[in-house]
């Protein structure tokens, strides 16, 4: 079965940081380019950042440029985001998703992150 | 990176058809053909129901179709039925490796 799972989220403070995992199975997860969406709550879906198969090329929204980075284990399958200097605003669920078509074809079902003091 | 846009929410009848616009810029929806739509139920993480502004996934309903012109995407759906009602957002290849999603459309089946 093919499968996404987020974890890693949670209650933080603002200006800390947290690291975000997605773990992949059921293909083959080398093949494929990885996303990260979030959603922050009653609100649309927000693109935040993507990372090439090879970690040769990543991308980022202006909102995170900076603050997150973008990381994948082939060896592991999984994907990571670190998450530094969090913001109210980044208060979301926070989805993964493989893209092999330039489009994001699978997403897990996302970890919550929200930050408050 | 402005967010693309979309009507906040249509609406139609069972068997009726409804169009979801989303538009761009040059240098996103009109720039290639990398739009993506997808549909999100309530609870749910969001299901790819097109991809290169008009192919569908292997699964996803003949009812749903897609289509560009100029800076302007367009997801169709025909034939409406309960279970379309949802949520819709478009998505887009931008500039810098990055993407850029429309800000939803709710469809209500009447």
């Known amino acids: 079965e093919v499968q996404l799972v987020e974890s890693g989220g949670g209650l933080v403070q603002p200006g800390r940081s947290l690291r975000l995992s997605c773990a992949a199975s059921g293909f083959t997860f080398e093949d494929y380019a990885m996303h990260w969406v979030r959603q922050a709550p009653g609100k649309g879906l927000e693109w935040i950042s993507t990372i090439s198969w090879n970690s040769g090329r990543t991308g980022y929204a202006d909102s995170v440029k900076g603050r997150f980075t973008i990381s994948r284990d082939n060896a592991k399958n999984s994907l990571y985001l670190q998450m530094k200097s969090l913001r109210a605003e980044d208060t979301a669920l926070y989805y993964c998703a493989s893209d092999q078509t330039n489009a994001l074809e699978m997403w897990g079902q996302g970890t919550m992150v929200s930050v408050s003091s | 990176q402005s967010a693309l846009t979309q009507p906040a929410s249509v609406s139609g009848s069972p068997g009726q058809s409804i169009t979801i616009s989303c538009t761009g810029a040059?240098?996103?929806?009109?720039?290639?053909?990398?739009v993506s739509w997808y549909q999100q139920h309530p609870g749910k993480a969001p299901k790819l129901i097109i991809f290169e502004v008009s192919k569908r996934p292997s699964g996803v309903s003949n009812r749903f179709s897609g289509s560009k012109s100029g800076n302007t995407a367009s997801l169709t759906i025909s034939g409406l039925q309960a279970e379309d009602e949802s949520v819709y957002y478009c998505?887009?290849?931008?500039?810098?490796?990055?993407?850029?999603f429309g800000g939803g459309t709710q469809l209500t089946v009447l």
């Open positions: 040059s240098s996103d929806v009109g720039n290639d053909n990398l």
């Open positions: 998505c887009s290849y931008a500039h810098n490796n990055t993407r850029v």
